[in-house]
């Protein structure tokens, strides 16, 4: 199921400078998570597993079954969200694999994604995942959001993937002259999201995104330095990388309370409109 993944030599320098001994593996069938007995045989390829668990008191009542699973001693890798190259530090050395559907992915495009999974995984202060990286904190996203239990997981997973950006961009950036080919993959990958970044609090108000999709879509860009539009620009900021979880709950609960406010200014101008017309009938 998992083979070694041979590197072009700018991607081996990367690893060696943030991940070293880190190994890349190509999947051979596609995931989200892999099952735990599947998963069980990358003991033949690393030295030692080490599953993960964390308190299920972390989780609201209504937490994703996935999302228990992950919690649990399960060995667990890989969650929805994860895009299409994952790592784990569950392994020893850790692993960076790249999932089967990566076949479709622009090869400069790839080796970018496989270098952003190097100085991920070769930073400790970065979590594996948006669960260890809320912690306790989870419940209190979930309070803070009138969003069911698959959207607030989208949107924690956002919240974490921008957290993440602050951390890496500027790995990214500093390619520029050394890993020239990597840097420009980056540049043009964010390029791309300009568009659709500066449309996106209309494509939520006319209902073709949600607010979900719409937080992923913005977290996302981070990573880019790209420029995200209101509400989304207070989580581009030095606060939000110094003080994470937290205050990404604050944004949450100010964010979700402005758009309660903005609806019932909308319904009470739809109101009041209603009354004049029907006065002037």
């Given at each position: 199921?998992?083979?070694?993944?041979?590197?072009?030599?700018?991607?081996?320098?990367?690893?060696?400078?943030?991940?070293?001994g880190?190994?890349?593996?190509?999947?051979a069938g596609?995931?989200?998570?892999?099952?735990?007995?599947?998963?069980?045989?990358?003991?033949?390829?690393?030295?030692s597993?080490s599953?993960?668990?964390?308190?299920v008191?972390?989780?609201?009542d209504?937490?994703?079954?996935?999302?228990?699973?992950y919690?649990?001693?399960?060995?667990?890798i890989?969650?929805?969200?994860?895009?299409?190259?994952t790592?784990?530090?569950?392994?020893d050395?850790?692993?960076?694999l790249?999932k089967?559907?990566?076949k479709?992915?622009?090869d400069?495009?790839?080796?970018?994604?496989?270098?952003?999974?190097f100085?991920?995984?070769?930073n400790?202060?970065i979590?594996?995942?948006?669960?260890?990286?809320?912690?306790?904190q989870?419940?209190?996203?979930?309070?803070?959001?009138?969003?069911?239990?698959?959207?607030?997981?989208?949107v924690?997973?956002?919240?974490y993937?921008g957290?993440?950006?602050?951390?890496?961009?500027e790995?990214f950036?500093?390619?520029?002259?050394?890993?020239?080919?990597?840097?420009?993959?980056?540049?043009d990958?964010?390029?791309?999201?300009?568009d659709r970044l500066?449309?996106l609090?209309?494509?939520?108000?006319?209902?073709?995104?949600?607010?979900?999709e719409a937080?992923?879509?913005?977290c996302?860009?981070?990573?880019?330095?790209?420029d995200?539009?209101a509400?989304?620009?207070a989580l581009?900021?030095a606060?939000?990388?110094?003080?994470?979880?937290?205050?990404?709950v604050?944004?949450a609960?100010?964010?979700?309370?402005?758009?309660?406010?903005?609806?019932?200014?909308?319904?009470?101008g739809?109101?009041?409109?209603?009354?004049d017309?029907?006065?002037s009938a």
């Amino acid at each position: 199921m998992f083979e070694t993944r041979t590197l072009p030599s700018d991607l081996e320098s990367v690893r060696d400078e943030y991940a070293s001994g880190a190994l890349v593996l190509d999947v051979a069938g596609d995931f989200d998570t892999i099952p735990p007995e599947a998963a069980e045989n990358l003991g033949l390829v690393v030295e030692s597993l080490s599953p993960a668990a964390y308190p299920v008191e972390w989780l609201p009542d209504d937490a994703p079954q996935q999302l228990r699973r992950y919690a649990s001693s399960d060995f667990t890798i890989g969650m929805p969200g994860d895009g299409t190259v994952t790592w784990s530090r569950q392994t020893d050395p850790p692993v960076v694999l790249v999932k089967y559907r990566a076949k479709g992915t622009p090869d400069d495009f790839l080796d970018f994604l496989i270098a952003e999974a190097f100085v991920q995984a070769g930073n400790d202060e970065i979590p594996e995942h948006f669960l260890p990286f809320f912690g306790e904190q989870y419940r209190d996203l979930a309070a803070a959001t009138p969003l069911g239990p698959s959207e607030t997981y989208q949107v924690a997973a956002a919240l974490y993937e921008g957290w993440v950006g602050l951390h890496t961009r500027e790995a990214f950036a500093s390619w520029e002259g050394d890993h020239e080919r990597l840097h420009d993959a980056w540049v043009d990958a964010g390029g791309r999201l300009d568009d659709r970044l500066s449309n996106l609090p209309r494509l939520v108000a006319l209902g073709r995104l949600s607010f979900a999709e719409a937080t992923e879509f913005a977290c996302s860009a981070v990573k880019h330095g790209r420029d995200l539009p209101a509400p989304f620009s207070a989580l581009d900021t030095a606060a939000y990388r110094d003080h994470g979880p937290s205050y990404a709950v604050k944004w949450a609960e100010k964010t979700f309370a402005q758009l309660a406010a903005d609806d019932d200014a909308a319904s009470g101008g739809e109101s009041d409109s209603a009354a004049d017309d029907a006065d002037s009938a």
